[in-house]
């Protein structure tokens, strides 16, 4: 299964738990996720993607959102993060990702669920790690395969 997407935002924020702002371009280190990103490091959560789709979806019920309102990294367009599988590989540029995690738990409500009204990475969120890096940008195309 190969599944090819367009990058509509890429979005970093220096500390955990809030919006993050929108960046002309991103550079992803292996086994770090994206330099400069409260996220970033040795962990299976480096890069976290959204789908353009989903937060359209929140829009449409009033709220005035940004990319990045929600903590994602990586906004994207024409695929469904939801479908993708753990072990999957995305591939952005000369960067190559491996999913490790679809949604998240949330403990507590964040400065997101407080902004927003609402945070939908928890159910909606797909989260990866770095395993080539390389720069991403916006407008990048990019594709998922899992086999």
């Known amino acids: 299964m190969k599944v090819e997407f367009t990058v509509e935002s890429v979005n970093i924020s220096e500390k955990k738990g809030i919006q993050k ?7 992803l280190l292996v086994d770090h996720g994206i330099k400069g990103d409260a996220h970033a490091g040795n962990w299976h959560r480096q890069v ?11 829009k449409a019920k009033g709220l005035e959102l940004d990319h990045g309102a929600f903590g994602e990294n990586i906004v994207t367009r024409g695929i469904d993060w ?5 072990g999957g590989q995305v591939v952005i540029g000369e960067a190559l990702l ?37 720069w991403v940008h916006a407008e990048d195309c990019g594709h998922y395969s899992f086999r």
Do not use: N
């Open 21 to 27: 702002k929108q960046v002309p371009q991103v550079e």
């Open 48 to 58: 976290s993607f959204l789908a353009g789709e989903d937060v359209d979806t929140m």
């Open 98 to 134: 491996e999913i490790t995690q679809i949604g998240k738990e949330c403990h507590d409500r964040c400065a997101i669920y407080y902004a927003a009204g609402d945070c939908i990475m928890p159910t909606r969120g797909v989260f990866a790690k770095v395993l080539k890096g390389g």
């Open 82 to 86: 939801h479908k993708v599988q753990v």
